[in-house]
DNA sequence: CTGAAAGCGCTAACAC
DNA sequence: GTGTTAGCGCTTTCAG
């Protein structure tokens, strides 16, 4: 691979002016200017980006670190933050914890020490340790879907979250408006915030409408297909099944659809459900999936433009951003017809 | 940050010694190497790996290169490939071509002046510039999922592909032989030869059972939920709809559910439909789809490895692994009953 | 077993 | 408008 001396000592310059014209830094006269380019393209000269980054300190690389890119929520949070990044001239290091805490820490460690300009974040637990590790070395974050509360406002990190609690409401609120009442809920792991926020919509709903909860009615998953086929499953052996779910996300919801479906009954016949996400997929369930809808691939560019933002203005203040979610009817969810089986 | 030589300077050490404790690249006395060691976790010292791969050459990354992450199949494949190059000790920079050929190219060149150690490729049809590229710089490469047939032997390039005609060939047997004689294939996009490959299995399937084959029962769709959808109602609106469908991705297989559910029908009652990669979904649509299962996070695996073993042994001719599929059979396909609607 | 010196390819400060 | 110089932080000969 030729270097910029070879380019410089071809096009009869020095290094320095090379780099100028490459990197728009200074004027050069015109003619030296359309010489050099000429011979970067003769030689097929491409800058080591590594050599630049050491001396510049910037590597124009993020680190990204999700729990589970395969999750479609996440997954799609991702293809956002990819498509922004290289939008705004950066690349991603892609990283998934796989929800092991220490695993995130580690690769924490590991972008760091490859010097990337920022993290996106989706943290799986490890909060503290996390955030310790990342602003000891005064690096830019942005935590994305989950926060670790108002807590961590010194820590001074940006962050892009959804109206978790709002869409609890909204979902709840729109199966007692069709007529439910022993509405059960699936939720996500207890121990994440996000999760929790939408149970507490949920709640919040039933007590507006003055219907009494049943506990029994909340039980957990983990986000997961097979959790919510189980939790379903539950719900159903119960001696007086509810007539209408709220599953915490559609990945959980469509397990939930499996089950309703082998145990004969009809959605929404017999059981009406609501998801969480609005995945590409809740618009082909059997039958189409009424759900909220976090606009996820959003989440993932507004992400990078608050770490592009913060590169070129490092003392702002922290800026949190809270985007808005939406009911999306479709046909998972029906009129309560009398208690059913 | 503090500085190899911060740690050479405190630890009363050359820099070389403590990057040869670092390296283990030579024998150092016991108790100097503690005393570094020591002073290393002191100071809190992180080597900066941008300095490092300039100088050595390597920097433990690879790219990876995929039509679209959020696609259930490459994220599975990707899955993979992250958790072998994060067991192999290398991080992964992910580009999505989306599938627009000048942006494939565009992010080969950014990875190629990263210095990535090698690139993970599924390519979006731009083989040829593709890899003019990367074998005109000698970065080791391997095709995933895609090669671009056997004129590209003397490229030396290592390729994970699985067995798509015998995918297609396993699925409609099975349809055959529950009976099923008007069979239609929902195909993926002609021009990709994973796609052109499982329909060649299907032609030959209902060949070796001497069913004639009807071309209007071919139709194409794009590897999507929506376009399997479409096709599917269009196979559907045909005055002979077939009892049975092949479709060559899950993803479409699910639209293809969805839309058979619209139109009044049951699976498998009325119609059978065969998928094509087992996705995770694929076991909790309604009802579960039978499919063809690929391995795909084996996938991912596999071509890391592949691209380690070339990394440590760059004159090993190229190496072309096929990965078995096997069909799996779960409720979405039942006996011929006649034909229907 | 250890140290000194050179240099990976580039950019930035300073001269002219 | 252009060139010279130094050096980012590390590894790797080469000496000892």
């Known amino acids: 691979m030729p ?3 070879d380019v410089a000592r071809q096009a009869g310059v020095s ?5 100028h014209v490459i990197n728009r830094t200074r004027h050069v006269r015109e003619d030296t200017r359309l010489r050099v380019l000429h011979v970067m393209d003769e030689l097929g000269y491409q800058p080591n980006r590594l050599a630049r980054s050491l001396r510049s300190r910037r590597t124009h690389t993020f680190g ?32 998934n914890a796989n929800d092991e805490p220490d695993r995130e820490l580690d690769y924490i460690d590991i972008l760091l020490s490859k010097q990337v300009d920022g993290i996106l974040l989706v943290s799986t637990g490890a909060y503290r340790q996390a955030l310790d590790l990342l602003t000891a070395r005064g690096i830019p974050v942005v935590m994305i879907d ?5 807590e961590y406002d010194d820590f001074a990190i940006d962050t892009v979250l959804t109206e978790n609690a709002q869409g609890g409401l909204l979902a709840t609120r729109h199966l007692l408006a069709l007529g439910h009442r022993r509405i059960a809920c699936i939720s996500g792991p207890i121990r994440l915030v996000p999760s929790a926020r939408r149970v507490t919509g949920y709640r919040e709903a039933l007590a507006e409408a003055g219907v009494p909860l049943d506990e029994g009615l909340i039980v957990a998953g983990d986000f997961t297909h097979e959790s919510g086929y189980r939790a379903c499953r539950t719900l159903l052996a119960r001696p007086e099944p509810p007539s209408a779910l709220f599953v915490c996300n559609d990945l959980m919801a469509v397990g939930a659809l499996c089950a309703i479906h082998e145990a004969g009954l009809a959605v ?3 059981i009406s459900v609501a998801g969480f996400d609005d995945i590409p997929l809740a618009s082909f369930t059997v039958p189409r999936l009424t759900t909220i809808a976090q606009p996820a691939e959003e989440v993932g ?18 800026r949190h951003e809270r985007l808005p979610v939406r009911l999306v009817e479709r046909d998972s969810c029906g009129p309560f017809r009398g208690a059913n089986v």
Chains 1, 2 share one sequence.
């Open 146 to 150: 989950r926060s670790p509360g108002e």
């Open 301 to 318: 560019r507004r992400a990078v433009r608050l770490l592009v933002n913060r590169l070129s203005a490092p003392e702002t203040p922290s």
């Open 3 to 5: 270097t910029i001396h």
């Open 15 to 19: 290094a320095s002016t090379v780099s």
């Open 268 to 270: 929404p016949e017999h």
């Open 64 to 95: 990204v670190l999700l729990p589970n890119s395969a999750n479609p929520f996440f997954a799609q949070v991702l293809l956002g933050i990819e498509a922004e990044s290289y939008d705004c001239g950066y690349s991603t290091i892609l990283g």
